[in-house]
């Protein structure tokens, strides 16, 4: 059994995705616990699933080392095979990536390496391009460059906005997600091989 800790910032759609599948006693993974950056609205699936939560606010540190310092401690602790970053939007120290790394995961919606950082759903709007999606990377040091371990394509239609554009973006990550983690837990995807520390 593959266990995980989820970081989250929002409203955790994919959070709720991924522990939905890990209801079915035949899904290869566990949820140990969810952490956030904030009062994240997303928390409240963790609490329904009975799965505790923890809140390590930057704002309360004097540096951002002290606050990944902390937020590492919370996981450590518990020993999970995997981090799992969904929809967590803060940028994490590279003394926090280079402790966890490469079992640590991000989700992004965009096909990188087009669009990374905080506004990729805008950005791939604006672009003009007619295609767009959502990828799994490794995370490393940078924002949104570890390497890539699974991506989906996502049309842009001529009347999308942002929302309409990121919910379709959300139902492949959702969708993905489940899959890549069950990959991980089974095998057939090995994070060593997607490892950019080395
Ligand atoms: C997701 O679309 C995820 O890819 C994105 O935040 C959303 C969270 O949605 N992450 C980033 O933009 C990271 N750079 P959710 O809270 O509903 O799961």
Redo the contacts with the bound molecule.
């Keep these: 059994m593959l266990t995980i800790v989820t970081l ?1 910032s ?6 709720l995705s991924l522990l939905k599948a890990c209801d079915n006693p035949l899904y290869p993974a566990k949820v140990l616990a969810v952490g956030s950056d904030k009062d994240a609205t ?1 928390l409240v699936h963790a609490e329904q699933y009975g799965i505790p939560t923890f809140v390590v606010e930057p704002e309360k540190f004097d540096s951002k080392h002290q606050w990944a310092e902390v937020l590492a401690a919370n996981i450590t602790h518990l020993k999970p095979d995997l981090i799992v970053l ?2 967590f ?1 803060k940028i994490l120290p590279e003394s926090f990536t280079d402790r966890f790394s490469p079992k640590i995961i ?4 965009s096909l990188l390496p087009s669009f990374p ?2 506004h ?1 759903v805008r950005d791939a709007l604006q672009s003009g391009e007619k295609v767009t999606g ?1 990828s799994i990377h490794v995370v490393d040091a940078g924002v ?1 460059t570890g390497p890539v371990i699974r991506s989906r394509q996502v049309d842009i239609l001529a009347d999308d906005d942002q929302g309409s554009l ?1 919910e379709r ?2 139902i492949q ?1 959702q969708a993905m997600l489940v899959e890549v983690v069950r990959d991980i837990a089974e095998g057939k995807i090995n994070l060593e091989d997607f490892d950019g520390n080395r």
């Design positions: 989250i929002g409203s955790g759609s994919n959070l997303g969904a929809g939007m991000n989700l992004h919606p950082g905080a990729a959502c949104d990121h973006i959300k990550e």
